[in-house]
């Protein structure tokens, strides 16, 4: 089984494989146009396991001229959200997909599958069980006992009179189920009469108070599907062991289509978790700042942290779809992002830690400018002016008292490149009080306008900086890993012990270039030597915040 996935994969994938056979001559869908569906459950926002989900519903269905539905798996009425509907509408649209006006919920077809259930109680394939939850768990049997229920042989007339007053109400939460009348000895536990229907009597978002009963998802689903002439379905592995449940629903129900169920690995990240549970109690007891807290993996999170969707969808191509269950390091999503953006973020300079520069021999109030690129990858882009005067601001990190091995930047002596502008020697510094050094002194070379020496001599270091003059103030948002460790929920652990206490850093005084006075999201940008960052939706065009998207150090090695 293993080799012959591998040997699909490498002909695009095992998905793939399968739909080929299936709609070519001879195969169950002959001649038909490929037909899929992504069926979230509104219960929270879409996180970044969604998208890989989302590019293979949708994504498949494009590379082969089909079609994709979005569809709201609301049958479960104690957990749907309206909020959430419009958020993951948003997501997909964000994503780059289209559902047109393919759009539906699952309770639009309580009806149908009401009917059908009726049709398999009147065919001996249903039949009401007066087990309560408990004593069916005492009965399921083990892998030598069959199952047990006194009620398996109730006669048909019972069983729809039973069903149709569940249905009306007449019977309290739990005294009644639907059971689906299958095989009590399975060796496939969910084909032991699995129960079909439940009394719930709350009211459901959509359809109010007109039900008091709700079907399971594994009778609800398959229904979905051929209602909608759905072809293939695609699912995560863990229902492997239910599509034999997905097909005998199928092949006993007046389905008018038969879809077919394909299972693939769900994604995990490491130093992250991905249930919408959990992800919901960050949110909810105040561990972050909402599910579009850039620190989350959910997309609105990833959206604001400067992910862009391009990235997205290469870190989803990238992932690959197979069979086997596994976790992908962090590292190659901040990669698949470091790469987009690489070749299309606009070049600027930001200081985070300044300090001011001082070009003694400058000519007080001169200001000259310089032009420079804004994406050397991007000729198109075209160029900006910086400006240049006596007082910059430098990174405080940029400057030492005293050299150490392999540090080339400033300190007393030595001679820097301030980028795009001139080759300065450092001559000193001023301190105050308590040591810290408040000013740094350097000298300029005019020859060497534009960052050249005309000479040839070596200069090692280059740094960034602001016009001290015209610069901006901005607050910075520094992420990291919002996990320490990088599996928080498995085994025992509760991964609210392992949440980083350092996984946001709010640096208040910034300085950013004057080019940058009024931007608003959404905007990507390298901050020279920095890394990648993006204007946050808290930014105001005279208080501007940015997010840390990405360091520009790759941490992601392949295997
Ligand atoms: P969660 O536990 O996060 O709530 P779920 O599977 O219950 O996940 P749904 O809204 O039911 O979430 O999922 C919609 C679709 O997305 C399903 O087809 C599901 O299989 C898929 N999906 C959900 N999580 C992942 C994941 N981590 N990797 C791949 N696909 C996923
Ligand atoms: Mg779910």
């Given at each position: 089984m293993a080799?012959e996935i591998?040997?699909a994969?490498?002909?695009?994938n095992f998905i793939e494989e399968f739909i080929?056979e299936d709609?070519?001559?001879?195969g169950r869908y002959?001649?038909?146009?490929?037909h899929t569906r992504f069926p979230?459950?509104?219960?929270?926002?879409?996180?970044?396991?969604?998208?890989?989900a989302?590019?293979i519903d949708?994504?498949t269905?494009?590379?082969?001229?089909?079609?994709?539905?979005?569809?709201?798996d609301?049958t479960?009425?104690?957990?749907?959200?309206?909020?959430?509907?419009?958020?993951?509408?948003?997501?997909?649209?964000?994503?780059?997909?289209?559902?047109?006006?393919?759009?539906?919920?699952?309770?639009?077809?309580?009806?149908?599958?009401?009917?059908f259930?009726?049709?398999l109680?009147?065919?001996?394939l249903?039949?009401?069980?007066?087990?309560?939850?408990?004593?069916?768990?005492?009965?399921?049997?083990?892998?030598?006992?069959?199952?047990?229920?006194?009620?398996?042989?109730?006669?048909?007339?019972?069983?729809?009179?039973?069903?149709?007053?569940?249905?009306?109400?007449?019977?309290?939460?739990?005294?009644?189920?639907?059971?689906a009348?299958i095989d009590?000895?399975s060796g496939n536990f969910n084909m032991r009469d699995p129960v079909i229907?439940?009394?719930?009597?709350?009211?459901?978002?959509?359809?109010?108070?007109?039900?008091?009963?709700?079907p399971m998802y594994d009778f609800a689903h398959p229904i979905e599907d051929v209602l909608e002439?759905i072809t293939h379905s695609f699912c995560t592995l863990e229902f492997e062991s239910h599509r034999p449940l997905y097909d005998w629903v199928i092949d006993n129900i007046?389905a008018?289509c038969k879809s077919r169920q394909i299972e693939f690995s769900r994604?995990?990240?490491?130093?992250?978790?991905?249930?919408?549970?959990?992800?919901?109690?960050?949110?909810?007891?105040?561990?972050?700042?909402?599910?579009?807290?850039?620190?989350?993996?959910?997309?609105?999170?990833?959206?604001?942290?400067?992910?862009?969707?391009?990235?997205?969808?290469?870190?989803?191509?990238?992932?690959?779809v197979s069979k086997t269950n596994?976790?992908?390091?962090?590292?190659?999503?901040?990669?698949?992002?470091?790469?987009?953006?690489?070749?299309?973020?606009?070049?600027?300079?930001?200081?985070?830690?300044?300090?001011?520069?001082?070009?003694?021999?400058?000519?007080?109030?001169?200001?000259?400018?310089?032009?420079?690129?804004?994406?050397?990858?991007?000729?198109?882009?075209?160029?900006?002016?910086?400006?240049?005067?006596?007082?910059?601001?430098?990174?405080?990190?940029?400057?030492?008292?005293?050299?150490?091995?392999?540090?080339?930047?400033?300190?007393?002596?030595?001679?820097?490149?301030?980028?795009?502008?001139?080759?300065?020697?450092?001559?000193?510094?001023?301190?105050?009080?308590?040591?810290?050094?408040?000013?740094?002194?350097?000298?300029?070379?005019?020859?060497?306008?534009?960052?050249?020496?005309?000479?040839?001599?070596?200069?090692?270091?280059?740094?960034?900086?602001?016009?001290?003059?015209?610069?901006?103030?901005?607050?910075?948002?520094?992420?990291?890993?919002?996990?320490?460790?990088?599996?928080?929920?498995?085994?025992?652990?509760?991964?609210?012990?392992?949440?980083?206490?350092?996984?946001?850093?709010?640096?208040?005084?910034?300085?950013?270039?004057?080019?940058?006075?009024?931007?608003?999201?959404?905007?990507?940008?390298?901050?020279?030597?920095?890394?990648?960052?993006?204007?946050?939706?808290?930014?105001?065009?005279?208080?501007?915040?940015?997010?840390?998207?990405?360091?520009?150090?790759?941490?992601?090695?392949?295997?």
């Amino acid at each position: 089984m293993a080799d012959e996935i591998m040997a699909a994969e490498n002909a695009g994938n095992f998905i793939e494989e399968f739909i080929m056979e299936d709609i070519a001559k001879g195969g169950r869908y002959e001649g038909q146009k490929v037909h899929t569906r992504f069926p979230p459950e509104p219960n929270g926002y879409l996180h970044i396991g969604h998208a890989k989900a989302v590019c293979i519903d949708f994504g498949t269905a494009e590379r082969f001229g089909g079609i994709c539905n979005l569809r709201m798996d609301d049958t479960n009425p104690t957990k749907e959200d309206v909020e959430y509907v419009d958020a993951i509408k948003e997501d997909i649209k964000w994503l780059g997909f289209d559902w047109e006006d393919r759009f539906h919920y699952a309770s639009d077809y309580f009806d149908q599958m009401y009917d059908f259930a009726v049709e398999l109680i009147k065919k001996g394939l249903a039949y009401v069980c007066e087990l309560s939850p408990e004593e069916m768990r005492a009965n399921r049997g083990d892998t030598t006992t069959p199952a047990t229920s006194p009620y398996r042989d109730r006669p048909v007339e019972e069983s729809l009179e039973l069903f149709e007053r569940m249905k009306n109400g007449e019977f309290e939460d739990g005294k009644m189920t639907l059971r689906a009348k299958i095989d009590l000895a399975s060796g496939n536990f969910n084909m032991r009469d699995p129960v079909i229907y439940r009394i719930n009597r709350i009211p459901h978002h959509r359809t109010g108070d007109k039900w008091c009963i709700y079907p399971m998802y594994d009778f609800a689903h398959p229904i979905e599907d051929v209602l909608e002439g759905i072809t293939h379905s695609f699912c995560t592995l863990e229902f492997e062991s239910h599509r034999p449940l997905y097909d005998w629903v199928i092949d006993n129900i007046t389905a008018p289509c038969k879809s077919r169920q394909i299972e693939f690995s769900r994604l995990g990240i490491n130093n992250t978790v991905m249930s919408k549970r959990k992800l919901r109690q960050l949110v909810d007891e105040g561990y972050v700042n909402g599910w579009d807290d850039p620190r989350m993996p959910t997309l609105c999170g990833l959206r604001r942290r400067g992910y862009t969707p391009a990235s997205i969808r290469s870190f989803c191509e990238g992932i690959g779809v197979s069979k086997t269950n596994s976790t992908v390091e962090y590292s190659f999503l901040e990669h698949c992002l470091r790469d987009d953006l690489n070749e299309n973020a606009k070049r600027v300079m930001c200081v985070l830690d300044p300090v001011r520069l001082v070009i003694t021999n400058y000519p007080e109030g001169k200001t000259e400018t310089f032009e420079v690129e804004n994406n050397p990858r991007r000729p198109e882009d075209g160029s900006r002016e910086i400006s240049f005067s006596r007082e910059l601001y430098i990174e405080a990190g940029d400057f030492l008292e005293e050299k150490v091995k392999g540090y080339n930047r400033f300190y007393p002596g030595n001679e820097v490149r301030l980028k795009s502008a001139y080759i300065v020697r450092c001559t000193g510094c001023k301190k105050d009080e308590n040591g810290k050094v408040t000013e740094v002194y350097a000298e300029y070379d005019p020859e060497t306008r534009g960052g050249d020496t005309p000479d040839g001599r070596k200069v090692r270091g280059t740094v960034h900086w602001v016009n001290a003059e015209n610069c901006i103030e901005a607050e910075v948002r520094i992420y990291d890993n919002l996990f320490t460790d990088p599996e928080p929920d498995t085994g025992d652990k509760n991964f609210i012990d392992y949440i980083n206490p350092e996984s946001l850093v709010v640096l208040k005084n910034c300085k950013v270039e004057k080019s940058l006075e009024g931007a608003a999201a959404p905007a990507n940008f390298q901050f020279m030597r920095l890394g990648y960052f993006c204007i946050d939706k808290d930014s105001r065009p005279d208080a501007l915040v940015f997010n840390r998207s990405v360091s520009l150090k790759d941490g992601f090695k392949k295997k």
